[in-house]
């Protein structure tokens, strides 16, 4: 029996194909809206797929709706977003794959915890918005005196009170919005539904009007809800979505998640004797931070490149940047170049719904191709190593070479995220997306009470505890940074003393 | 960083896999009925419905008609008015606004089952309405003549029957022509059969000659459409099981519909 505040149980990724992270517990937005992923997941999407007479409009999907997150569904028109959605809710049916709501197939019983927002909200128009209001309170099964009083407060929320007595035909379109707005997050009653299915709720809106939509989903976040956002605007899905999904031409191809999409790449290069450290390096840096990726650096002539989540929502963001560039240096190598790389959602967006290769412009039957997810490298859990061409990959292999160490990687085949490998090396120039598996199987969290915090604030000593403790080993001649009378050079002494 | 507890948690949310209650079907099936209703009666296609009921007393009903008449007239324009009733109110059914009341627990078989309920009571209140203005129109009270010898609330009674048995027949076979309802392929299927069953009446016009020993071999399954009226007026035999056939074929018909619209995608414009 799973409690609130216990970690959350991440499931074998051969159940979905498809890397399921474990939820952060870090604040997004607004401050306030704390996500509760415990438990299992609230909807569970297995390689679905459907066609419309004979066009794919959903190919191999999978993913988990984790409880208590905001995901984001966003791909351009025709990607089959509001299809997953019909899909979702029993609407339409798969051809292949299986969907379970509250661990259950029978989706009209799931129904019961479900808000759902159509794309067009349109409403029967003869009845005023109260009064529609609470025939929707009545078939969510609130009684006629609550149902009244639901609608009034509904109404209110949603600034309709003045026009509640008005036939809904009247309406104008934001205002049909709202009133959808309303049946989908009031009409159950005090507590909003445990799962909000919306489609595009700030289409058509003012600005003021998706600012307040932004409040209610943030509130009905805040009340317990998860809720999957379906939508175009990409400036509000990236202030209030935990994750997202991207769907082109029917396919996941992207699933990641916006936490942590700023980080700081350093590129070293070794000094005389410098390489001989670099395993330890290597070894002693990849344990900085679940989601480190490095490339390189394991042979002489090529650089190590490190990449380290930054911004405000990695804790110990600093000590972290600190401790790694001290390892560098005192590993006798050089530090040759530093710079915060940040990755929006726009970017993220455009790079997933870029046709890879020849393939997105056939419009080919479903069944011709395997489900293809490209994992967004900036995922927190993901430690990623990279090794020389001459090095054997291990296991997948994709087409398209890394453009930057956040590049997206996509996965041939969903169930190599399953491989039980603590790290592992890949060329650098075929980037591979791989699962850290600790000792209790949760991706990248070997002591679900360790933060991430912890282990960079505790990195440099040999007592840390992770998937693979290889503590730097002592440096006979702690070796200086070279004077260096760059920006970059003070910096980089300035960052030494603090971290020392 | 401390993650803060969320404010509200149902206890489901908290347990392994929140549980799924179910909920009684009646009470919102009526919810849906009543709705229907009322989202029907709001629209101008009730002058519809009062323009046929004002039309067939205009034009075939006259005084102190016999009971035969009466109820020959009613039979067949409560039909029509169930029909049109029912096509307008799946037509409506089929918009996108019902996408907000199907993902609220209600199933897609409850849905038509309340279009179907709900067409056939405004095919009653039509009927009811038609009897009591031909009551009043022709009483004592209005032409200063009694009222003909067959209208006793027993007459009236027995001879509702086959009328209101034949609404639901009428109903139940337009939900199944319904797009809500059924593909087209079963539409199809269903048009198809009706114009074969009515054409082996008489097969001599069948457009293929060499069906036509076939079609003559085929029972009249539809004669209790016709033979249900004759229970108006004469409870014989013949009369009886004709009804008791019309009201099998239209259960036949509405668990057909309640079956396949459950396993229909609802694609609604």
């Known amino acids: 029996m799973q409690t609130a505040n216990s970690p959350a149980p991440v499931e074998p990724a051969e159940s979905t194909g498809v890397d399921i992270l474990p939820a952060p517990t870090e604040q997004r937005d607004a401050g306030s809206a704390t996500e509760n992923t415990s438990g299992p997941p609230i909807a569970q999407i297995e390689r679905v797929s459907k066609q419309f007479r004979g066009v794919a409009a959903l190919r191999g999907v999978s993913f988990n709706l984790e409880r208590g997150e905001i995901f984001g569904l966003l791909g351009p028109n025709g990607a089959g977003k509001s299809t997953l959605l019909k899909l979702l809710l029993g609407f339409l049916h798969s051809d292949a794959g299986t969907i379970k709501l509250f661990g259950t197939t029978d989706l009209t019983k799931a129904h019961a915890h479900i808000g759902y927002l159509p794309e067009q909200p349109r409403y029967h128009g003869n009845f005023s918005g109260r009064e529609y209001l609470e025939f929707q309170a009545r078939l969510a099964g609130l009684s006629g005196r609550d149902a009244k009083s639901m609608a009034a407060r509904a109404l209110q929320q949603v600034g309709l009170e003045e026009a509640a007595n008005r036939r809904i035909r009247t309406y104008s379109k934001g205002m049909r919005q709202r009133l959808g707005l309303a049946v989908a997050v009031y009409a159950s009653g005090d507590t909003p539904p445990e799962l909000l299915v919306l489609d595009e709720p700030a289409s058509g809106l003012a600005p003021e009007g998706q600012i307040a939509v932004r409040e209610v989903l943030l509130d009905s976040k805040r009340r317990g809800s998860t809720i999957l956002l379906c939508s175009h605007q990409l400036t509000e899905v990236e202030r209030i979505c935990s994750r997202v999904g991207i769907l082109r031409g029917g396919r996941l191809v992207a699933l990641t998640r916006l936490d942590d999409q700023s980080r700081v790449v350093i590129v070293a290069t070794p000094r005389p004797r410098g390489f001989e450290m670099a395993p330890h390096l290597i070894e002693y840096l990849k344990n900085l931070h679940p989601a480190v990726i490095i490339k390189g650096g394991l042979i002489e002539s090529e650089p190590l490149m490190l990449s380290l989540p930054t911004g405000s929502d990695v804790p110990h963001a600093a000590s972290m940047k600190a401790a790694a560039i001290r390892a560098i240096v005192d590993a006798r190598w050089d530090v040759v170049s530093l710079h915060v790389e940040n990755r929006d959602l726009e970017s993220i967006y455009m790079q997933a719904v870029r046709p890879l290769r020849k393939e997105a412009a056939a419009e080919t039957p479903a069944d011709s191709k395997p489900p293809e997810v490209v994992e967004v490298a900036a995922e927190p859990t993901t430690p990623r190593i990279e090794a020389p061409p001459s090095e054997p990959a291990s296991t997948d292999v994709v087409a398209e070479p890394l453009a930057s160490p956040v590049d997206v990687a996509p996965i041939s085949e969903p169930a190599v995220l399953a491989q039980p490998e603590p790290a592992e090396v890949v060329p650098a120039s075929q980037p591979l997306l791989v699962r850290p598996v600790s000792t209790n199987g949760a991706a990248g969290a070997a002591n679900p009470a360790t933060t991430p915090g912890d282990t960079a604030e505790t990195a440099p000593t040999a007592s840390r505890s992770g998937p693979s403790t290889a503590p730097l080993p002592p440096l006979s001649e702690p070796v200086e940074p070279q004077a260096d009378t760059s920006p970059q050079g003070n910096w980089l002494r300035d960052l030494r003393r603090e971290g020392s | ?269």
Not at chain 2, 201 to 213: H, I, K, L, M
Not at chain 2, 228 to 252: C, H, I, P, R, W
């Open chain 2, 1 to 269: 960083m401390e993650a803060t507890a969320p404010q509200t948690l149902s206890a489901p949310q908290a347990e392994q896999a929140p549980a799924i209650k179910s909920r009684s079907n009646p009470p919102v099936f009526w919810k849906l009925v009543r709705f229907t209703l009322r989202d029907y009666f709001r629209t101008a296609w009730v002058f519809l419905n009062l323009a046929i009921l004002v039309g067939v007393h205009a034009l075939f009903f006259k005084y102190k008609s016999g009971q035969g008449h009466f109820f020959g007239i009613e039979y067949a324009a409560t039909i029509l008015q169930a029909a049109l009733t029912c096509a307008i109110m799946f037509s409506r059914s089929n918009r996108a606004e019902s996408y907000a009341i199907l993902a609220r627990q209600v199933s897609r078989a409850s849905y038509v089952g309340a279009v179907i309920l709900a067409a056939w009571l405004v095919a009653l209140l039509a009927y009811v309405l038609s009897a009591v203005f031909d009551l009043i129109y022709f009483s004592e009270w209005v032409m200063g003549q009694p009222l003909a010898d067959w209208q006793t609330p027993t007459n009236y009674a027995l001879g509702s029957l086959p009328v209101l048995v034949g609404a639901a027949f009428s109903v139940c076979l337009v939900a199944l022509l319904s797009t809500f309802v059924t593909t087209s392929a079963v539409r199809l299927g269903t048009m198809t059969l009706l114009a074969v069953l009515v054409m082996s009446f008489d097969a001599r016009n069948f457009p293929f000659e060499g069906a036509r020993p076939l079609l003559q071999n085929i029972p009249p399954v539809l004669a209790p459409l016709a033979g249900a009226l004759k229970f108006a007026t004469e409870q014989d035999n013949v009369a009886t099981v004709s009804l008791a056939m019309l009201g099998g074929y239209t259960l036949l018909m509405l668990i057909i519909a309640l079956i396949l619209s459950g396993t229909r995608e609802l694609v609604l414009d």
